[in-house]
Structure formats: C-alpha cells, structure tokens
C-alpha cells in the first residue's frame, strides 16, 4: 500500500493591454518571477532573491511588453512545481458579486498589483501608473481556486478594470497555472497599451496582518531550479513565451515529521479483506515569523508490509490491468481504466480544500519490465486531478509486500489513504497472516530536499486464531464403471479454507484402475521442467484453486505422461499455467511419480513438494483436480468389488499429515471374457531320466479384454517332485521385500508382458520361506511386481498363487531350472510317458477355468514314447503306445515283434485307434502289411504327441508271452516334411 502526493498549486494571472493596429508578435522584454525578502519591492528590477526551501515569501511576478507591434489577447502564467497558495489563507473569499461590484473585504486579500499602461483621451496618449489588490475569491465549478485582479487605483480618468484569473493544477508536477483570456484593448474610446505588469502574492502573515494564515509556500526541493514561465498571444494569434529561474536554499532547515495510521486496527486470522495506510503530514509550520517553515513535500515512500500480509491470488479473479494509455498520467483527465481494474479507491485531504476529502480510484496497472506488480492512484476531483504510478516488490523467502510510490509532485496535503478495498466475494488483495499477534506496518517516506527518510510504524493485531487444523478430502470418479473399458478419471483434493497449507500429497488408485503406458509416448523430464512437452504427451488437464477466502483463483493446466525418475516406473508432469492478464507469473510444473506398488500393482501417484509460493505471491492450494481423459490411457478394473482410492497429505513444515479416502467400484464383471491360452514343457537333453532335475516352463497368455487373473493353481505332472537336497537356501519375507534375495534361493525365472507396459517385466523366481510350515513357497519377482505362492504336495506337487494383482497380462512365462541344482525331480524316466499339467485359473470377478495340458517333453530324442502290453496269458492282448517326437507327425508305423500277428488285416482296420494331441479323429486310417501296423492322419491333420491302441482281440500271439517279458516295438514316425523319425519301445508284458 502507498501512494500519496499531489496536489497543490495557486496560480495566478493577470494581465492588461490592448493592442492598437495589426501586429505580429507581443514581445517579453522583461520577467522576473521569485521570491523577495519581507519588506523587499516588486518590480521589473526587483529585491534580491529570498528563497528559503518551504518558507513563506512573497512571491514576485512582474513581465515587461512590448507592444509596438501588437497589444496581449491572452496570458498564461506557470509557476514553479512546489510555489503553492493555500486558499484558506483567508477567513473568508470574495464572490462574484462582490468583486465585480469592487466591494471585497479586506480580509480576502492575498496580494497587490501595479501596471504601467497608455490610454489616449481625443486622440492624445498619455501614460499611466495604475496599482490595486489581488483577491481570494469564490472558484467557479472544476477551479481548485480563483484569483481577482483589481486595477482600481491611481486611474486618473480610466475605469477601475477587474480581471477574474482561474487557476488550475498541472497534473504532471501539480504545479499551478493561471490563465487569463479576452484582455480588453480599449479604454476612454481609444486604444489602451499595457506595457508592464507586477504581481505580488503575498507569503507570511507576520508581514500581512490581514490574513488568517500565510498564503505563499515555496518548493522544498533544492537540487533543481523552480522555472517559472510566460506565454502571451496576440491579437493576431501570434504567441510569445519567456522563462525564469530561481533556486531554492536551505533545504536542511525544512522540517519533515510525518505519521503513519493503518486499518483495520484488528483483523481475522487467514482471511482476505480490506487493508488501508494513511499518510499524515502536519499543516502546521515549524518555527515563527521570517523562520517558519512548512513540512517538506513527500518525494518517496516505501509501505513495507509484514511477512504474513501478503497478496491473495483471488485478486486478479476477473482483474484486467489498466493500460498507460488508459490511464493517462500526463492528461488533466479522469483516467480511462475500466472498472474490473479497480481494486481499491483513495481518500485525500489537503489545505486547497479546507474540510474536504477528495476520492479516488486504485487501480491495477499493466506489468513493466521488472516490474511485474503495477498499480495506479488517481486523485478524481475535476478541481485537482493526481495521477501516480507505484509498484510493488514482493521478498521471495518472506512473501512480505512493499509498496513504492517515487518521485510524486510536490503537492500539500494533510493526511492521504489508499485503502484495498474488499468487494466482499473474497477478492480482496490482501490476505492476512496466519498467526496471530500484533503485526507492524513502517511507512519509509523521503522528502524532497535531501532531509532524512523517515519511518513511522504503526501495528496491527491478527486476532481469532483457530487450533492447527489439517482435513484435505477426496473425491474420485470415472465417466464409465465397465469393468476393463477405457476411462476418464476424475480425482480431486480439496484442502478446507484456514487449514494448514498443503505441501505434499499422494493418492493410491485401487489395483486395477490403471494407464496403459504404451498408448502414450512419454515426455522427457527435462522437457517437462521446462514447460516444453509435446502435445502428443498430453494425457489430461488440471485445475489449481490457490488463495483464501470463499473465491479462490482458479488456474488450467496440463497434464503430461513423462519418463520415470527417482527410481519410478514413469512420471506425470502438472504443468500450471499462471499466466494472467493481471498477474503474469509463467508456467509452473510439479512432477508426480507414478510407482506400481509391488504387492497389488496399484498405482501409487506421488508429488513432489508443492511450491509455496510463485515470485513472492503466496500459493494457498485450496483444491487440485486432474482429469485424464486421454483415449485409451486409463482403464478401469476388471475386479467388481468395492475399492478405494486413498490419499496422504503433509502439511507445510510436517506439523501435520493426514488421510482420505474415496470409493470406487467398477460394474459389468459379467461381460468379460476369460479364456487363457497354457502352453507347457518339461525336460532337456539328459534331465528326463529317472532321478534327474528336468527344467520345466509354463506359460499362460490371454488375449486383450479378457479379464485379468486373480488366482493361480498349477500341479506337476506325475512323478515329478522337489528334490529338498536342493531346497536348502531359503529367502526371507524382508529379503524377498527388498529384493536381496541370495542367489542361492534363485530356481529359475519369470517373464511377463503387459499391454500397459512397454516393456517386459522380467526377474527371478525364488524358494522362500513358507507362510506355514511346510514346502518352501514360490517367489516370483517382476521387479516392480511380486507374486508369492505356496507349494504343497499330495499325489502331485501343486503350487497356487491366490492374489495376483489386476493387472492385464499378454502372456506369464514361468521357467524353473533344471540340472544337478534344479529344485524338481524325476522318479521316473519321463521318456515316452505323456507329463501332463493340472491347471486351475481364476478370473478376477470369480470365474475359474480348469484344464489338463499335455506338456512338450523334451530331451528324449526326435521320437519317444511309453506302451502297454497287457492280456498275453489268454493270447489277444492289447497294445497301446504313447509316443512323442519332437517334429509333428502325420503317420506311425509299428513293426510287430515275432510273437505277435494281428487276427486278419481286416480287424486292424476296423478297431486299430489313433489319438492325437489328446483327441481321437474321424478319418484316421490304419492299415496292415507285412508284419507293421501303419497308422495315418487325416489328411492336413499333425501332432507331436500320439497315442496308438490296438485293442483285444486285434492281435494273437504266435507263441507264449510270459507276464513281465519285455517285448520291443520299432516305431517309425512320418513328419509333415516327409522327413522320417525312428524309435525303439520296450515294454514290459502282463498277464
């Protein structure tokens, strides 16, 4: 707050002659414009200059004419900025009426007047010496004051002549200029020439008893000449100016002791409101007679307010800054600013109009280069116009305001407030401190003539401080509850108005609701720092509410995915953009980690510090709303059941934290699909024997839509189980946690595509230890996900994963080492068997698939396989043979071993069986000759794994089998490439 001066002035005209004839130019022979010492004279050679800074003077005014060529029309005298009359020098002024009737009381008058003019009377000149008074008198309407010229003594035979002189104030300097228009150019009927004029305003009292106080103050300020000048037109309309000077002295004896009052006296704790200053000088001078002095015109002042008294952003709700040119601080006019720039008015009194306050607007000014807070005060009376510019500093630790109005004209006054006014919809400019206590106000003003600065204080007192309370809310929502649908997310914190300041926040999303990261191209983290992402970036929009009060400011931003940092998987840039029409304080960005929490894949969505403050302006987060409504990004959950978004907040200086939360639920679980794709294998080169380690891998894949998996249970294939000497090095749960699991503990590892990442999640699968008593569980690290099953053995070893997180996978792939080290065993040589999987998956609304997979063996050669031979006792056994190979086949052979012959050629047609790939297919062909068995595909139809049956009946033996026998089958296999495969199959005979 600041702003003061102006103001001021008295002029003075006068002026008499009449030009004879057609002329040019009215010439200026002599001027003479200063202050005289008391008892000195006035004249075209005056006394010696007197001009003691802020003294009263008579103040002397005499011009010589030359009006040999033309006589004056017109006359406009401009005082020196700071050379003011105080137009209540006088107990009373004169009236029209009066003055014009040539009946003023004497107590009115404020001067003298001399002219030296030629009259002619029946065409003989003759010179004249007229002398008379200066009056106070009543200003018309728009005149600040109104000076009367009396010329009525020593006329001889000439009328009285009676000039009426308005004055008015020179809003640049407020400096007083006094016009005089028509000056008459006849008298006695023949042509009247004024050749000088000589005006004496009168200074002090002690010199002029009839004054009720001194009328003539001179400028404080000692370091410029105070110029007055002269313009004179003709009757012919041409204009003559001339110049004079005089420089004030004494400045150090000028006294300078002004006062300082504030309001409210007490104020609200954290609320906006009206705030004013009140300058004060005194009217009264110091020291008496020829010594007196009147106070020093007020140069500069500096309104330092106190950290805690800030700005409120809600100011600039709707604010448009006025423009130089609308405020026009050179034209003696009101300015044109319009009213949304207004955001105060102004109250000046000064002795020009005893009794009086004079109004005014503050208006917010239009930024300037470094300065980017501008304000305007304009003095708006049509008698006496003042136009300031002031600016405001802001310190960026404290936020503390100072207001700075330099250089104002020498003007009186006797007190000057500007008060921010408070419209009462919380769009007051101020805002006070948070504490409470009393809060000093210091008022450093300068005065013109190089005195000391002084600075009064005066305080205030913050009163109605509630106890430290911190409650931010929540609130979410999305556009659509299909469950696993694309959608727009809304979240909003709103911080309640006197609360402690937000600095910090972070909001978990339920898992499931979550952003596809690939649908996206990420911002770089510099780039986002620096308000340079690109639009294809863009994932949402923001809006920040800041300030106090019921209305806070309202700023958009945007919302960016970006590259992770500090560790996160990615980041989102909130880029506030606080560039308004009336404060323009840039681009700001806040950076939010965004980090999958490892044990439900939610997102966790963490900001950096709030900054509190932008270019010294005070940012009171009142609430935050972020929407993503990028297509495609966000997703809802395929879970229906009831969730939560939960956030936590700090507040400035970690005084307090606090929490919130908000529902969320997704709906139409029904409508998903769930039908997941399981491919297995078991076994490598030299690990598929009895007692070996064989490795084994599982992989599931689901296609997009599909509803994520909840759970998972997954049993071996028979005779398969945990080797325990190879299970000795477990990993704790805090190990696992942190990943620093010792390597010892790793048995294989785990990869997983998402279409939400892009890239593979991949890292180890680890023994660790059980919840229970029991099996080791099985821990597979995805880095930034873990997943954690139990393992327990009945007839088969099985493991279950019963929370997997809701998170949409392409595919999980699952590979457990094989080897000396590997954790499974084999109990017997899995060649030639069929291993098959049990698989049970749960959907994450309920829904469970269970199925049987046949596994890819590897590691027992191009063709393998196991066979029954039972029934031999009674000579029509049957054989069944599992074979499988590493090509897909299209055909079998089997050679027949001496002992057996089919029963004719015909029953191998009609009951001979082939099953492939776990399914018997029509059109299959078998076919006998010459001792092999051929069994053949449909046509176009392949598989790796095939079973053969020839049932009872089909085959006789040619001579006995005893029970346990082994009898060998040579069995040849037919790729799709023609290529050919070749194994030998023992099997052990039975009755």
């Not at 009376?381 to 802001?394: C, E, M, N, Q, S």
């Not at 210091?442 to 409650?471: D, E, H, I, S, Y």
């Not at 509803?707 to 696992?736: E, H």
């Not at 346990?964 to 040849?972: D, I, N, P, Q, Y």
Request: contains cysteine.
């Amino acid at each position: 707050m600041g702003r003061r001066v102006f103001i001021v002035v008295v002029a003075i005209t006068a002026a008499l002659a009449l030009p004879v004839g057609a002329g040019a130019t009215v010439g200026i022979t002599k001027l003479v414009a200063q202050p005289i010492a008391p008892g000195g004279t006035c004249s075209t050679t005056p006394s010696a200059v007197d001009a003691p800074a802020g003294a009263h003077r008579d103040v002397c005014v005499a011009i010589a004419i030359d009006t040999a060529s033309d006589d004056v029309r017109d006359l406009t005298i401009s005082l020196p900025a700071g050379v003011v009359g105080d137009p209540g020098a006088t107990s009373s002024r004169c009236s029209a009426a009066d003055f014009t009737a040539g009946s003023c009381a004497a107590a009115t008058r404020v001067g003298d007047v001399a002219s030296d003019v030629t009259a002619s009377l029946f065409g003989i000149p003759f010179d004249q010496s007229i002398t008379g008074e200066v009056y106070n008198l009543v200003p018309g309407p728009g005149e600040p004051a109104r000076l009367g010229i009396a010329l009525d003594q020593g006329i001889g035979a000439l009328a009285p002549v009676r000039l009426t002189v308005p004055i008015r104030v020179r809003v640049p300097d407020a400096g007083l200029d006094s016009v005089t228009t028509g000056i008459p150019n006849t008298a006695l009927g023949g042509p009247l020439h004024v050749h000088t004029l000589v005006l004496t305003l009168w200074g002090g009292q002690n010199h002029h008893a009839s004054l009720a106080k001194a009328f003539m103050s001179l400028p404080t300020r000692c370091d410029v000449d105070a110029v007055t000048s002269v313009r004179l037109t003709s009757d012919a309309g041409a204009v003559s100016t001339a110049s004079t000077a005089f420089r004030p002295d004494r400045c150090a004896d000028v006294p300078f002791t002004p006062s300082l009052e504030v309001g409210p006296a007490t104020a609200p704790a954290d609320t906006p409101g009206a705030a004013s200053a009140k300058l004060i000088l005194p009217t009264t001078d110091t020291g008496t007679g020829d010594d007196a002095r009147r106070q020093a015109y007020l140069k500069d002042v500096a309104l330092q307010l106190p950290a805690g008294l800030a700005l409120n952003p809600p100011l600039a709700n709707g604010l448009v800054p006025c423009t130089p040119e609308q405020f026009a601080k050179d034209s003696d006019s009101a300015p044109g600013c319009p009213d949304n720039t207004v955001m105060g008015s102004v109250a000046f009194k000064t002795p020009i109009f005893p009794g009086e306050t004079l109004g005014g607007k503050v208006y917010f000014g239009q930024p300037q280069p470094g300065r980017p807070l501008v304000n305007y005060i304009s003095v708006e009376d049509p008698r006496l116009r003042i136009k300031l510019v002031g600016y405001a500093t802001i310190d960026p630790v404290t936020t503390a305001v100072t207001a700075h109005f330099e250089d104002q004209p020498q003007v009186p006054f006797e007190s000057f407030e500007f008060t921010y006014t408070d419209p009462g919809d919380g769009r007051a400019a101020l805002t006070s401190p948070v504490a409470c206590g009393d809060y000093p106000v210091t008022a450093a003003m300068t005065p013109w003539g190089g005195g000391a600065v002084q600075a009064p204080t005066k305080t205030f007192a913050v009163v109605g401080c509630l106890p430290p309370a911190f409650a931010p809310t929540l609130a979410a929502g999305v556009d659509t509850t299909q469950a696993g649908a694309d959608a727009a997310v809304d979240v909003r914190v709103e911080r309640p108005d006197k609360n402690l300041r937000l600095q910090q926040l972070s909001v978990s999303l339920p898992p499931g609701l979550t952003g596809d990261l690939t649908a996206v191209p990420p911002c770089a983290v510099a780039d986002a720092r620096a308000q340079r992402c690109p639009d294809a970036s863009q994932v949402g929009t923001a809006t920040v509410s800041v300030g106090t009060g019921p209305a806070p400011l309202e700023l958009p931003g945007k919302l960016y995915l970006t590259s992770g940092f500090d560790g996160a998987l990615a980041g989102m840039a909130v880029v506030v953009d606080s560039r308004l029409p009336a404060l323009d304080l840039g681009q700001i960005t806040v950076m939010q980690k965004l980090s999958l929490r490892p044990d439900d894949a939610g997102i966790d969505v963490v900001s950096e510090d709030l900054p509190q403050q932008l270019q010294g302006i005070p940012t009171v987060y009142r609430s935050i709303d972020l929407r993503l409504d990028r297509k495609g990004f966000m997703r809802n959950a395929t879970s229906c059941a009831p969730q939560t978004l939960r956030g936590a907040f700090s507040a400035v200086g970690g005084e307090l934290t606090a929490t919130a939360e908000a529902p969320y639920q997704a709906t139409g679980c029904d409508r998903l699909a769930f039908a997941p794709k399981i491919e297995t294998r078991v076994g490598s080169p030299g690990q598929v024997g009895r007692g070996r380690h064989p490795p084994l891998r599982v992989v599931i894949r689901q296609a997009p839509g599909e509803s994520a998996m909840r759970s998972t249970v997954v049993t071996l294939p028979a005779r398969i189980g945990v080797d325990l000497r190879n299970t000795g090095a477990i990993c704790t749960a805090d190990q696992f946690a942190s990943r620093t699991c010792p390597a010892i503990s790793r048995i294989g590892t785990v990869t997983a595509q998402s279409p939400l990442l892009p890239a593979t999640l991949s890292g180890g699968a680890y023994l660790t230890a059980p919840a229970r008593p029991g099996l080791p569980d099985l821990g597979l690290d995805l880095g930034i996900v873990r997943l954690r099953g139990s393992v327990t053995v009945g007839k088969r070893l099985t493991t279950t994963f019963a929370a997997i997180p809701d998170v949409p996978l392409t595919s999980l792939a699952l590979d457990l080492a094989g080897g000396p080290k590997g954790a499974l065993v084999t109990t017997v040589d899995q060649c030639g068997r069929d291993p098959q999987f049990g698989l049970t998956l749960g959907s994450q609304p309920g829904r469970r698939v269970s199925t049987n997979v046949y596994a890819e063996l590897v590691g027992c050669g191009p063709l393998s396989g196991l066979g029954e031979l039972y029934g031999v006792a009674r000579h029509r056994p049957t054989l069944r043979l599992k074979m499988t190979s590493t090509k897909a086949l299209r055909r079998l052979t089997v050679t027949l071993p001496a002992a057996l012959r089919p029963a004719s050629a015909r029953s191998v047609r009609a009951h001979g069986r082939l099953v492939m790939g776990g399914r018997r297919l029509a059109g299959s062909a078998v076919r006998y000759a010459k001792g092999r068995v051929t069994f053949t595909a449909p046509k176009g139809k392949s598989a790796k794994a095939l079973q053969i049956t020839l049932p009872r009946g089909v085959l006789r033996t040619r001579r006995a089998i005893r029970a346990g026998a082994t009898v060998a089958f040579r069995v040849t296999g037919t790729a799709t490439d023609g290529r050919t495969v070749r194994a030998t199959i023992k099997v052990h005979a039975a009755k």
